[in-house]
């Protein structure tokens, strides 16, 4: 048998639950997702770690389902196991594990020769009951497992491409970021793509303000679907809640005018590529409200200021104008 190419993607544990979700206290399965590649009609074997973390005897069953995209979001929809990947794999019906036991548990993936190139996905299921056919499907309790995402070698096609780029809801107006921007991408090809680039936030004198992956956790888009990605500038910002933390938070973090996100995407073994563009403003006016407030009430004292001196001068200039006048009647008295 020829072992197949893994590619470990640092990912939470996929879990699925009826009825009850105990397991996912009682095991540990990695890698959390299998990238694999292989001819048809080529046998792949593997292993996947197992870790018992309770302090007593567990017994574990495998399944396998193939899933499909439910909606946008990438969220994977299980799909029973009556045919595709879910039928190419197999590995023993169940485990039992002593407490802490770690244990390596071998599969393989046996591909039909003549099998269409392109992409095939389906989870490998460790669960608590035995598996019961219901139907084609899978009925099973509290369960953890493993996405595998095989890729059929051939000449597969790619076609696809950015659907919509916009701000969260269309906003085109902020008083302060954080801004969450949305994009759907669209994979019409025969095999799953994963979208790369980024988004450049400029501000309007054309200066680099931040710079954003535009798909950080590497997700899928699965062939016939299409997935929303939403991404966030300056996500870790506390947002504050009232007008005088406002006005401070404008003043440490201060963004002003039209701004533009440009996304550039790349994807695919053919090295397809877009850009999207689109702006938003930034109008602080909390902080300038204090700032224009500050500069009048500044304004007004110097006004205030400057009108009480002129009037002592004037004061001044009268009081001696007077005593000059005084001065010279004394002094045309005393002529006389």
């Given at each position: ?16 639950a ?18 694999i ?23 574990f ?10 909606d ?10 009556n ?57 099973i ?35 302060i ?15 799953r ?5 980024d ?13 954003i ?16 990605f ?6 870790d ?39 999207e ?22 304004s007004?004292?110097i ?34």
């Open positions: 048998m020829k072992k197949f190419y893994t590619i470990f993607i640092t990912a939470a544990v996929f879990l699925v009826f009825g009850f979700t105990s397991i996912t206290h009682a095991l540990t399965v990695s890698p959390a997702i299998l990238e590649s292989g001819d048809p009609g080529t046998t792949l074997a593997g292993v996947i770690r197992l870790f018992n973390e309770k302090d007593t005897t567990e017994t069953y495998t399944s396998f389902e193939n899933f499909e995209p439910s946008d979001s990438g969220t994977p929809q299980f799909v029973g196991a045919d595709g990947l879910a039928t190419w794999l197999s590995s023993t019906g169940s485990v039992t594990m002593a407490p802490r036991e770690r244990m390596e548990v071998p599969f393989t993936l046996s591909i039909p020769p003549g099998t269409e190139a392109g992409g095939y996905f389906a989870a490998i299921f460790f669960g608590t009951q035995p598996p019961i056919a219901e139907g084609g499907t899978v009925s309790g509290g369960r953890i497992g493993v996405l595998t995402l095989l890729r059929v070698n051939g000449d597969i096609p790619e076609d696809g491409g950015l659907l919509e780029y916009n701000t969260k809801d269309s906003k085109g107006f902020y008083t970021p954080p801004v969450e921007f949305e994009y759907r991408f669209s994979n019409d090809g025969g095999d793509v994963v979208p790369r680039g988004i450049e936030i400029k501000n309007t004198f054309g200066s680099i303000r931040s710079t992956n535009a798909n950080p956790t590497e997700g899928s888009v699965l062939p016939d679907s299409a997935r929303r939403s991404l966030i500038w300056n996500p910002a506390e947002i504050p809640t009232g007008f005088v933390e406002t006005v401070w938070y404008q003043w440490n973090n201060f963004h002003f005018g039209f701004y533009t996100a440009e996304l550039n995407l790349g994807w695919g073994f053919t090295n397809q590529n877009t850009q563009k689109i702006s938003f403003f930034l109008f602080p006016w909390q902080v300038l409200l204090v700032i224009i407030l500050i500069i009048s009430l500044f007004t004292v006004r205030l200021g400057g009108r009480a001196y002129k009037n002592s001068l004037m004061r001044q200039l009268e009081q001696m104008q007077e005593e000059k006048k005084e001065k010279e009647k004394n002094e045309k008295n005393q002529g006389e």
